[in-house]
Structures are given as structure tokens and as C-alpha cells.
């Protein structure tokens, strides 16, 4: 790691705490721990917050578990709450109407972040330009980047227009280490000024790579309250302002960071999560969303999840998806009964 004068002096740290936080409590959040948590952390100096569903705004429109708060509320209690400081929500175009966008950010929401793969970018291109026509503040957010080749990157996002705000380096698997998101960042800042890095934190990284982030020229690294997340969480808030302190630059008070901190651990009720299933995600590059499948494949067959997940990143042409899985599994079912009737 190079030396702290090579930190950016105007770097933000992005608190995303009831956003990928909500993950951990399968989006059910207590109106009253919301108020009071946004409240506290508006008297602090983070000026980005994100809230809303962990998969972004709308999302019940794919199926999946609505979020207890609804936009309405949300947008009712940040407006209340953060007097102080910016806030928004996630988007995916699959479910996230540009029409909701705008009244959202007639409600007073600041910035929206758009998620999907660097290679669906160029099909979602007028979604992302529209966007910014309604949002005065668009991030684009490139979900699983380690799983697109760095060297793609400029070509896939040519098209983008130069309206947004900036552009995510995400590590989606928690598999990166300092130095993929040091070459990360370089290729995206060679694409946009303005970079910002969102680390999950499966093999402890995320914190080590939010700071190779920053030293890479990122101006933005995300982090949730006690690593609150998906999966094996993300980098930890409180820890990112306690380094810049360290560091020699208190500039997020760290001391009200932590003790917010121990309010959400103490606050809220987490899913259990399966640390095994973590660790084997991280290092084979296999997303946490994938984990229950996983599962109950592995059950069907009788074969461990590391030797799964191998077959089916050795199948995908890129980010393995329910298919590979799926494909791999059938493989190991049929390898398992040729050998079988050989016996």
C-alpha cells in the first residue's frame, strides 16, 4: 500500500447501511430503529446515505419479499431526518421504473445508483441517459466487475453518456484484492472522472480494498454500520473513518460513527448466514445470491458445494448464472452414475 498522501483530501465514504443492510434482515426494517438511525447519522459528516430495498427501488415487481418500509415512508422519514446530508436509492432497469425515478426525485431523493453487469450496459444505454434526465445525480453501478475482463471495460462503456455522476467499481463475489481494484479503478477512471468502489467483504478484503480504491484515485467508497450486508457484508463505515483518522484526518468522526455502530448491532435482528458458503464464493467468484441454489443442489446430488461451484464457473463464458449451476449439477449427477454402473 503506497503512503497516505496519496489519498484523495476531498474522498467521501457513501453509507449504504439500510440499503445493502436491509439484505440481513430480509427487508424488514423497524419504522422507529429507521428514524432514529437516520437521525443520528445525519449528525454526522456523511453527506451520501442510501436506503430503500437492498436490490433497489421497486423491486417487489420481480418477486421478490417487498420491503417493510414503503417508498412513500422512506422518502417521508429521510426528508424528516437528513436535514444535513443527500440521500437516494439503488435501481436495477429490470424493475425500477424511470416514471417512479421521477417521482422520487420530486420527493426530494438526490442521487440514484443504477445496477447491472458491464455487459448489459450498451442494451440498457437509453434507461441509463433518461435516467439523468430526471435525477440530477446517476451513478452507474457495474455489478460483479471482476468478472468482466478489465480490458473490456472502455469498449463496454463507450456509449454511456457523460451526464452521469460517476461510475462503481463493485466487488460483487467479496473476491477482489488490492491490487484487482487498483487495476480496476485505473481502467474506470480512464472512462469517467469520477470513480467510486463498493467492496463486500468474503475474504476479509473490503476494507483493504476500499483504501487501494481511494489510492487508485476513487472518490467514493461505500461502507455499512458494523459491515451490515448481503452476504458477508461490506466494509465497514465506522472502520473506514476510525483509518482516516489514523491516518491523520478525522473528517468523519469516527467516534459517532462507532457508536452507531454498536446501536445497529445491538438494534437488530440478523439472518444467520453461512460462513462456509461465504469463503467458497469469495475465492471461486460465485455471488451470495446464488447460495441457496447452491444448496439444495448439493442436497439433490450429494456432492459439496465448493466441487459445484468450480464445474459451473468452468461452464459459464463469464458470470456463472442459475443455468451454469444448474448445468453443473446435471454433469456431476451423470458423472456420478456412469461411475456407479461401472462398479
Not at 457513501?14 to 424488514?28: E, H, N, P, W
Not at 423497524?30 to 447519522?41: A, S, T
Not at 417487498?66 to 439503488?90: D, H, K, N, Q, V
Amino acid at each position: 500500500m503506497s503512503e497516505v498522501k496519496d489519498l484523495p483530501l476531498a474522498a467521501e465514504i457513501l453509507d449504504a447501511t439500510l440499503r445493502d443492510g436491509s439484505y440481513a434482515v430480509d427487508f424488514q426494517l423497524d419504522d422507529k430503529f429507521v428514524v432514529e438511525f437516520l437521525g443520528r447519522l445525519n449528525e454526522t459528516p456523511i453527506k451520501k446515505i442510501e436506503i430503500g430495498h437492498g436490490l433497489g427501488f421497486e423491486a417487489e415487481r420481480s418477486g421478490v419479499k417487498p420491503s417493510s418500509i414503503g417508498l412513500r415512508r422512506w422518502c417521508e422519514i429521510a426528508r424528516s431526518e437528513l436535514t444535513a446530508s443527500s440521500w437516494g436509492m439503488f435501481a436495477q432497469p429490470g424493475f425500477s421504473q424511470l416514471s417512479t425515478l421521477t417521482e422520487l426525485c420530486g420527493e426530494g431523493m438526490s442521487f440514484v445508483r443504477i445496477g447491472m453487469e458491464a455487459e448489459r450496459v450498451p442494451e440498457r444505454l437509453d434507461y441509463i441517459e433518461r435516467a439523468t434526465e430526471v435525477c440530477g445525480e446517476v451513478y452507474l453501478n457495474l455489478m460483479k466487475t471482476s468478472d468482466t475482463p478489465v480490458g473490456e471495460l472502455p469498449g463496454l462503456l463507450s456509449g454511456v453518456t457523460s451526464a452521469i455522476s460517476g461510475l462503481y467499481v463493485v466487488d460483487s463475489h467479496g473476491s477482489m484484492l488490492p491490487s484487482d481494484v487498483h487495476r480496476y479503478v485505473t481502467a474506470a477512471r480512464e472512462c469517467f472522472p469520477v470513480i467510486g468502489f463498493h467492496g463486500h467483504d468474503n475474504l476479509g478484503m473490503a476494507n483493504a480494498n476500499s483504501l487501494a480504491a481511494l489510492e487508485a484515485g476513487a472518490a467514493i467508497v461505500d461502507g455499512t454500520l458494523d459491515g451490515i450486508g448481503r452476504g458477508a457484508g461490506n466494509a465497514e463505515t465506522e472502520s473506514l473513518a476510525g483509518i482516516f483518522s489514523v491516518l491523520g484526518e478525522d473528517r468523519f468522526d469516527y467516534k459517532k460513527l462507532a457508536k452507531l455502530a454498536e446501536f445497529c448491532r445491538s438494534s437488530l435482528n440478523l439472518l444467520p448466514e453461512n460462513r462456509n458458503m461465504q469463503v467458497l464464493g469469495g475465492v471461486i467468484g460465485i455471488h451470495s445470491g446464488f447460495f441457496p441454489l447452491i444448496e439444495e443442489l448439493c442436497g439433490e446430488i450429494t456432492v459439496d458445494p465448493a466441487s459445484l461451484m468450480e464445474m459451473a464457473v468452468g461452464l459459464a463464458p463469464r458470470s456463472v448464472g442459475k443455468n451454469d449451476l444448474s448445468a453443473a449439477a446435471k454433469r456431476m449427477a451423470e458423472h456420478a452414475a456412469a461411475a456407479q454402473a461401472t462398479i
